[in-house]
C-alpha cells in the first residue's frame, strides 16, 4: 500500500480545479479584512471637520493627522510583509485585525490633536499589517488563471468599506457625534478576528515553502480540493513555493530590480491621489460653498465607482489586457482630474466625474495589485505586495500634507486639481515603462506567467 502512495504537484492541483465554495470562502474573509481599511480610511475624512472642531484646531492641520496614520500603514506593510514570508499569513492578519481594533477604540479617548495623532498611527500600523497579508493570501488559494481576478475580488473591499463608512457616518455623525463612528469601526475588526481565528488556514504553499508538517497541509487541501482521498498521498509539493533566504533582497534579483522600482512609483502616484481624495475631498469642497451633505455625496459616489471599478477589474484586464487597461485608467484619471479644476462650481457635474474618477483610480489599484501579486513568487509575495503598497503609501502619506499645506495657503479649488493631474500622469509612465521592459525581457520561471499575459494583450 505504501508503494501507491504519491506526491501531487499543489500548483497543478489548484490550477486544475474550479475555484471551490472553501477558496471562496477564504477570499472572502480576506476581502473583509480590506473592507475595515476603507472603512477607517473614509471615516476620518468625513469625521475630520467634526474631529478639528472637537479639539479647537482648523480642520487644515489635521493633515499631519491623517499622515501619521498613513505612516503607520507603511511601516506595518513594510515590516509586517517580512514577518508573513518568514512565519505565515494567517496570524499575521489575524494579529494585524487585532491590533487595529483595539487602537481604533482607543483613538476616541483622544482630548488633543498629539494624543489623537500617535493612536492614529498606531491604528495605521495594524492596518498595513493586515491588507497585504489579506490579498497575498487570497493570491495563495486562487487559480492562476484567476489569480488577477481574485486580487481585485478581495481588493473591493477597500471602497466598500469606503461606502459603508459614508453612509454610516453620515447618519451617526449629526446624532452621536464622530466618537460612536470609531466605536463601530473598532468593534467589526473585533468582531472578524474571532472569525478569522476560527475559519481562515494558512497558505499551503507557504506551509510547503517552510517544510511544515505534511499532515498540515493535506488536511487544508483536501477541503480545497472537495474531499479529496489523502490517504494514497504521500506528501503534497510546489515548485513555486521555494524557500528564500532574506525576502527584501529577493525583490531586487532574477531580473526583479527596474521592475520592483517602477513598481513603487506606479503605486505612489495613484495611492497618492487616491488618499488626497478621500481625507480631503469633503472638506476643499466645502470650503468651495458646497454643503456638507453634498461633499460627502461626492466622496461617497468616488467610493462608489471604486467598488464597480475595483470589482469589474479582473474581467477587463481579461478581456482589454493587462497591459492597457491600468495605463488606460491612469491617463483617464489625469484627465478627469483636469476636467474637475474647470468645472467643480456644479454638484451634478461634480457627482458624476467623482464616480467615474473612482472607478478609474481604484480600478487601476486593483490593477497595480493583480500585476504585483503575480509578479513575485510564493516565497516574497507577501513582501513583494507589502512593499508595493507601504512604497506607495509614501504617495499617500504626501497627499494629505499637500491637501493641508495647500488649503492653508488658500489655493483655489483649480489649482489644486492641476497640480493633481501630475501623480497620475507619473504613475501610467511608470507602469507603461515596466510593461515594456517586461515584454521585450526573456521570460524566467518567475515571471513566466506575467510576460504570457503580457504579450496576449
Not at 473583509?32 to 474631529?51: K, W, Y
Not at 488563471?145 to 459614508?166: N, Q, S
Not at 499645506?405 to 489644486?416: A, C, G, Q, T, Y
Amino acid at each position: 500500500m505504501e508503494a501507491e502512495r504519491r506526491v501531487v504537484d499543489i500548483d497543478a492541483a489548484i490550477d486544475n480545479k474550479p475555484l471551490g465554495a472553501y477558496q471562496f470562502a477564504i477570499i472572502c474573509l480576506c476581502a473583509a479584512t480590506v473592507v475595515l481599511d476603507g472603512f477607517d480610511n473614509q471615516t476620518i475624512g468625513i469625521l475630520a471637520p467634526s474631529i478639528a472642531k472637537d479639539l479647537h484646531v482648523n480642520v487644515a492641520h489635521l493633515g499631519v493627522v491623517f499622515s501619521a496614520g498613513l505612516f503607520g500603514w507603511m511601516i506595518g506593510a513594510l515590516s509586517m510583509g517580512q514577518i508573513a514570508d518568514r512565519f505565515g499569513r494567517r496570524w499575521a492578519v489575524i494579529i494585524s485585525a487585532i491590533f487595529f481594533s483595539l487602537f481604533t477604540l482607543l483613538t476616541t479617548t483622544a482630548t488633543t490633536p498629539g494624543n489623537f495623532m500617535v493612536l492614529w498611527f498606531m491604528t495605521g500600523l495594524g492596518l498595513g499589517g493586515a491588507v497585504p497579508n489579506a490579498l497575498a493570501l487570497a493570491i495563495e488559494f486562487a487559480p492562476r488563471r484567476l489569480e488577477a481576478k481574485v486580487a481585485c475580488w478581495v481588493m473591493t473591499g477597500m471602497p466598500t468599506g469606503a461606502i459603508l463608512g459614508g453612509i454610516l457616518s453620515t447618519f451617526m455623525l449629526p446624532v452621536a457625534g464622530w466618537r460612536p463612528v470609531l466605536y463601530f469601526g473598532g468593534a467589526l475588526p473585533l468582531l472578524l478576528s474571532l472569525c478569522l481565528i476560527v475559519w481562515l488556514p494558512e497558505s499551503p504553499r507557504f506551509l510547503i515553502a517552510v517544510r511544515a508538517d505534511a499532515e498540515r497541509v493535506k488536511r487544508i487541501m483536501q477541503r480545497v480540493l472537495g474531499g479529496l482521498d489523502i490517504d494514497g498521498i504521500s506528501h503534497f509539493a510546489s515548485a513555486r513555493a521555494a524557500a528564500r533566504g532574506v525576502p527584501v533582497r529577493e525583490l531586487f534579483t532574477e531580473g526583479r530590480a527596474i521592475g520592483t522600482v517602477l513598481f513603487w512609483v506606479a503605486f505612489f502616484g495613484n495611492l497618492l491621489i487616491l488618499y488626497f481624495v478621500l481625507n480631503w475631498f469633503p472638506a476643499m469642497l466645502h470650503e468651495s460653498g458646497m454643503t456638507v451633505s453634498t461633499a460627502v455625496i461626492a466622496t461617497t459616489l468616488f467610493s462608489v465607482g471604486g467598488a464597480v471599478g475595483v470589482a469589474s477589474e479582473g474581467y477587463l484586464m481579461d478581456t482589454i489586457g493587462r497591459r492597457g487597461l491600468p495605463i488606460a485608467q491612469l491617463v483617464l484619471s489625469a484627465l478627469l482630474i483636469g476636467m474637475l479644476a474647470r468645472h467643480h462650481t456644479l454638484p451634478w457635474f461634480v457627482w458624476i466625474i467623482t464616480a467615474v474618477l473612482g472607478m478609474a483610480v481604484q480600478g487601476a489599484q486593483g490593477a497595480l495589485n493583480a500585476l504585483a501579486a503575480a509578479y513575485y513568487p510564493t516565497s516574497v509575495r507577501s513582501t513583494g505586495i507589502g512593499w508595493a503598497l507601504g512604497m506607495g503609501r509614501t504617495g499617500a502619506i504626501i497627499g494629505p500634507l499637500l491637501g493641508a499645506l495647500m488649503l492653508s495657503r488658500h489655493w483655489s479649488l483649480r489649482e489644486i486639481f492641476m497640480a493633481g493631474m501630475i501623480p497620475s500622469t507619473m504613475a501610467a509612465v511608470a507602469l507603461a515603462i515596466f510593461a515594456l521592459r517586461l515584454r521585450r525581457a526573456a521570460p524566467t520561471p518567475t515571471r513566466a506567467s506575467l510576460v504570457a499575459d503580457i504579450e496576449s494583450a
